[in-house]
């Protein structure tokens, strides 16, 4: 449903602006994709992704323009089809259907056929819709404040089993920058390939978003589905593997991760094809890890690249385990908010732990603080026990970084998700704690590898929701919050 909405015009040229809410016609749509194209041959013009209160603006050609409103786990949505004279602007307000897409029906079944026809096809097709929609999505900026991320890049070796022979050295950067890597351009890559070779040694690539959704790939790989089992149980996966691979050219093969239960794409992992054999046994590859936030802002949280290590014979040379290049998203913030964690204690050098002054940080002598390792068991909220349990800790503060004793600690995710008659429905689980003197809180029993929101509210004021997930292989995740406007008069417990 449209209807007119008074909003800032564009200063000049053709431009369509708008809102789009959730069905409940309250809600601001976050995170939804917004295409313009021509309706004639379907011809992209442009797109962008609405920001955390449902708000795009598009900057258009005159003429003829249809516009699509795209949403994880939802059927496309004409917003409107419409005609743009010279420095016309348009704004609407659209009220989005519940249209619900539910993978959680979708049967697999293997098959040799590249192109698939008939049910198999259509399945294949819906899949691969809301697999192209995230990697959209991690490809846009909405008009909300850039968030600054930081980021740790990492390097490893590891034995042909995969297990650690060094210590993981960490580079942090921090940034606006939202594409952590860029891999050569999709007519590139159909053209020489995943592994480039020169007098200095190889370079291998990886697929990213814009290679994902290019014509060179699609044109050049199966597309298949299967299901996720044991970790994975709940994921239905997307495969690709080469149709025809030129001699000569290194290629790659892989599976998109999606939750049944909500759409979201979570993982990809890829391997290389047409390697020399004795390379071939390391299986060497890589994966990329997706997150969505709350607002629906899109981001690649960790990705890793493994390569064959050589030593070299008498004859030739052997395989003698990986090279591990990779990185991991450990902080999001829109301005002076944080929005996303991984959880984890940034290393600092042994100077700074033990309180001494700034120092230089010095490669190889990182440790973690002595206050970040300590968790009291005394405050954690009895939960869920288990293998796929963890703890969620921290610290609740105010601006002054004094500690705010009973502070209610709440923290969310949603589980069970269920389609009934077409409709998508969810349980939303919640576990809290009040902080301690010193500010401290825990909560034990948290699942691992589930997104979490975590909120802190301390009298009439509350922090801003943040996102947290414990990886399988983490036991516990450190928030630490900060509650604003905390009156300097209030009682504050020491």
Known sequence: MCGALLLPSPAAGQAISGLLLQPDSVTPAAGVIVVASRPANDSLLART????????????????VRLRALRIGHRPFVVATLSLGANETRQLRTVLPNTPIVLSTITTSVTSSCRQTGAAGEAVATVFEEARKALISTTLTSRDARPIVRVSKYSEQRSLGNRSQSRRLHEFSEGASLRPFQSLTPDSLARVGYVERDALGAT?????????????????????????????????????????RPAGLVDVRGTLWLDRGTSELRRMEYWYEGLPAELQLARPGGAL????????????SAWEIRMPRTALQQVGSRVTGLSVRGGEVWRVRRGDDLVFTNGEVEPVPKAVASGAAKQERVPGEDVLAQADTMLPSSQCAQGAKGAAAGVLHGRVHDERGTPLGDAVVSVEWQENHTATNGQLSRQTRQMTAVSARDGNYAVCGVPRRQLLTVVAQFGARKTPKVAVRLAEHEERARVDLLVRGVRRDAPVKP
Request: glycine letters at 12%.
């Open 49 to 64: 992704i609405t920001s955390g209160n449902g708000r795009y603006a598009l900057a258009l050609p005159a003429g003829p």
């Open 204 to 244: 291998y690539w990886a697929p990213d978003a814009d290679v994902l959704l290019s014509e060179p790939f699609a044109a050049a790989h199966c597309l298949d589905l299967t299901n996720g089992a044991g970790d994975l149980a709940g994921w239905i996966g997307l495969t690709f593997r080469p149709a025809a």
């Open 289 to 300: 890890e997706f997150t969505r936030l709350a607002d629906g802002f899109w981001f690649i």
